[in-house]
């Protein structure tokens, strides 16, 4: 099982930036693909950003070229969502997932980071 740990969560003005960080552990070396997915209230949750083992990644339409997500050069087991131009819109519970290799182990989720866009 893997365990999945969100920080930089906050409020921040329209138009500014903010990084979301997810840290997994446990049978991290599991992971095929981590994501991270908003649910905002009377919303499903969606998809906003995706890297798998090879990098490459997968932005949701509303997000790409504003929102980055990479891995830490320094722990594989880490990736950041770095999120630019932020937008009301863009306010919501973000949460880190983590797909495993293997069809018999569950996903993992994280407990949820609150984004607030607002002046």
């Known amino acids: 099982q893997v365990q999945l740990v969100e920080s930089g969560g906050g409020l921040v003005q329209p138009g500014g930036s903010l990084t979301l960080s997810c840290t997994a552990s446990g049978n991290f070396f599991h992971i095929n693909v981590m994501a991270w997915y908003r649910e905002a209230p009377g919303k499903g949750r969606e998809l906003v950003a995706s890297i798998n083992r090879a990098d490459i990644t997968n932005y949701a339409d509303s997000v790409n070229g504003r929102f980055a997500i990479s891995r830490d050069n320094n722990a594989a087991n880490t990736v950041h969502l770095q999120m630019n131009n932020l937008k009301p819109e863009d306010g919501a519970t973000y949460y880190c997932?983590?797909?495993?290799?293997?069809?018999?182990?569950?996903?993992?989720w994280g407990q949820g980071a609150q984004v607030t866009v607002s002046s």
């Open positions: 997932h983590a797909e495993s290799l293997w069809p018999d182990e569950p996903d993992s």
